[in-house]
Nanobody, 123 residues
Framework: QVQLVETGGGLVQVGGSLRLSCAAS????????GAWFRQAPGKDREFVAH????????YYADSVKGRFTCSRDNAKNTLYLQMSSLKPEDTAVYYC????????????????WGQGTQVTVSS
């Protein structure tokens, strides 16, 4: 089973950028698809991005498309989420995750979760 540790959250101004990293332990990381979700206070956890096992297929929520970039480096066992042009509505706890191969945007299909990292965008 893959264990995930997230870093990179913080406080940024509107229009700023942050890069989240998600380091995976275990020898089977490359067999999993990767994903990012976020959850604001009082809201359900929502899908942000999904990336295939080799990074060849990437899907984004409409709310972040064109601003966020999801990537992975299997040699480093790491997922990334580069966030640019940040808006106050991006404020949330961000969670990385791994899923079985094949596209999914459902939190119910997650095999393992990161611990979450807070992203706050000031107005």
């Amino acid at each position: 089973q893959v264990q995930l540790v997230e870093t990179g959250g913080g406080l940024v101004q509107v229009g700023g950028s942050l890069r989240l990293s998600c380091a995976a332990s275990g020898r089977t990381f490359s067999n999993y698809a990767g994903a990012w979700f976020r959850q604001a206070p009082g809201k359900d956890r929502e899908f942000v991005a999904h990336i295939s096992t080799r990074g060849g297929s990437i899907y984004y929520a409409d709310s972040v498309k064109g601003r966020f970039t999801c990537s992975r480096d299997n040699a480093k066992n790491t997922l990334y989420l580069q966030m640019s042009s940040l808006k106050p509505e991006d404020t949330a706890v961000y969670y990385c995750a791994v899923t079985d191969p094949g596209y999914t945007s459902s939190p119910d299909m997650v095999r393992s979760w990161g611990q979450g990292t807070q992203v706050t965008v000031s107005s």
